[in-house]
Nanobody
């Protein structure tokens, strides 16, 4: 059974940084693509970053490009999303998703994707 557990959210001031963690079990990271998908109140769900397990490629939405870094820790089966220069519009619940679709112009969960429980990021002064 594939399970994902997201953590690391919190309240941060504009311009600050956070590192989100996604602990993955039941599947090896080499066999899946892990994406971070966020949902802000009143807005569409947005895929913000993705890590391809097969070749290690990384993908970012324009909204976070140059401010976010996705990477994995092989020894702990964890995928991280480091976010810097945070803005109020980054406020959302962030979910990690397995078996995601990672493309240059599209990051999204698929019908068969597994979801973590979400972690809330609030960017506010």
């Amino acid at each position: 059974e594939v399970q994902l557990q997201a953590s690391g959210g919190g309240l941060v001031q504009p311009g600050g940084s956070l590192r989100l963690s996604c602990a993955v079990s039941g599947i090896t990271l080499d066999d899946t693509a892990i994406a971070w998908v966020r949902q802000a109140p009143g807005k569409k769900r947005e895929g913000v970053s993705c890590l391809s397990g097969r070749d290690g490629r990384t993908f970012y939405a324009d909204s976070v490009k140059n401010r976010a870094t996705i990477y994995r820790d092989d020894s702990r089966t964890t995928v991280y999303l480091q976010m810097n220069s945070l803005k109020p519009e980054d406020t959302a619940v962030y979910y990690c998703v397995s078996d995601a679709l990672c493309l240059v112009d599209r990051i999204m969960a698929l019908v068969g994707s597994e979801w973590g429980q979400g972690t809330l990021v609030t960017v506010s002064s």
